[in-house]
Nanobody
Framework: VQLQASGGGLVQAGGSLRLSCAAS?????MGWFRQAPGNERRFVAS????????YYGDSVKGRFTISRDNAKSTVYLQMNSLKVEDTAVYYC?????????????????WGQGTQVTVSS
């Protein structure tokens, strides 16, 4: 499975962006992670295939929303009220399992990442 992330860019603090991740084949649980310079890759959000189960990292709860369109094999990350500390490369990932997960080691496939920069 190949994953193609897009939608990153430069935005002012308080603004919004929507990231997309298109998969080359059917995927089960999917997630978003981010990595800022000098930091480890950290969990942002995940969603089960049915969209019934979603998880969010504490720092994005109430601001970010993960969703998916299985007909398009695409997962989205709507990011609102962006903060400077949200600046990072955002990666989408997919699991063979349908269980949404927060641990990056649980994911089998990774996209190439898209840069999100939030200016003050």
């Amino acid at each position: 499975v190949q994953l193609q992330a897009s939608g990153g860019g430069l935005v002012q603090a308080g603004g919004s962006l929507r990231l997309s991740c298109a998969a080359s084949a059917r995927t089960n649980a999917m997630g978003w992670f981010r990595q800022a310079p000098g930091n480890e890759r950290r969990f942002v959000a995940s969603i089960s295939w049915s969209s019934v189960i979603t998880y969010y990292g504490d720092s994005v709860k109430g601001r970010f929303t993960i969703s998916r369109d299985n007909a398009k094999s695409t997962v989205y990350l709507q990011m609102n009220s962006l903060k400077v500390e949200d600046t990072a490369v955002y990666y989408c990932a997919a699991r063979k399992s349908d269980m949404a997960a927060t641990d990056r080691g649980s994911y089998d496939y990774w996209g190439q990442g898209t840069q999100v920069t939030v200016s003050s």
